[in-house]
């Protein structure tokens, strides 16, 4: 749709070998807020993965900021499939890369990035394994638990009780006069349930690690465990881990000690899927 998707591609020493290498898809982003071009935490991570043999491509989907206001209007109301759309669509950029494996990606992302990666699981089985931090996993639950709810109204301009049919006047008490549970049109509750990356968790067959913030309350706590059950309910690869006492900002609110747990982690699980042979 004509927009133009921003990433970073970091590669790692090849040590003359000229071997693909594994790489990480990193969703970035907000929405709005763009990272700083080169925090601390932001480097250590990256040259972390990368030093370890991990090619590294970070993705900035529709809805950051900083790349002008449509490019940041662009997922209103869409939290789905177009950003979803944009990451796929820089992941086969570098997928021909020379340094790059085309078999052995993985994806991850925080907060809003998490988000995105987990509603693109939903949609295709191209990664290998996936990790995923401090994420917005149910769109209604963000509204009724998260500091941040007034995101919902705000991306997806509404309320989820908005366009649900009136009681009639004189309506019955008894169950006789219920409404009927159907109303056609495209109304703010199907826009969230649509967007919302709980609706396709069936569909989600990738091993999966989630990280959660003990403390985290701009998103809320049950955002990751909603989804961790929903996947042991169907029998999926999925890990949950939680870190106490830490909150949204992982690189603000963490003790060293649990950043590199994070960074090790994920290596881990990470290497533990690239190592099995591709399924056909």
Known sequence: ?????????????????GQARPWLV???GGPPELET??????????????????????VFPRGSEGFGS?????????????PARDVLALTDTVATLPWTDSTR???????????VATWLLGQTDRFRAAVALNGVYDLPALLDEGQAWR??????EGYPWDGTPALPAGAPRLSAGIVPSHHPGDTTRTVLHRNSHLTYAHRIHTPLLLLQGGANRRVGLSQSERLYKRLKILDRSVEYVRYPG???????SASPTQRMDRLVRTYEFLMRFFSRPAEQ
Request: proline share 8%; no cysteine.
């Open 26 to 28: 990193q969703v970035r």
């Open 151 to 156: 995101v919902v109204p705000q991306e997806v």
């Open 37 to 58: 071009l080169s925090p601390p935490a932001t480097w250590f991570a990256r040259q972390y993965l990368a030093g370890r043999g991990l090619g590294l491509l970070e």
């Open 105 to 115: 990606v993985a994806l991850s992302g925080t907060g809003y990035g998490a988000s």
């Open 246 to 252: 830490v909150g949204h900002e992982v690189s603000t």
């Open 1 to 17: 749709d004509s927009l133009t998707v921003t990433g970073w591609a970091t590669r790692p020493p090849t040590g003359g070998s």
């Open 70 to 82: 449509t490019f940041q209007r662009a997922n209103d109301r869409n939290w789905g499939p177009g």
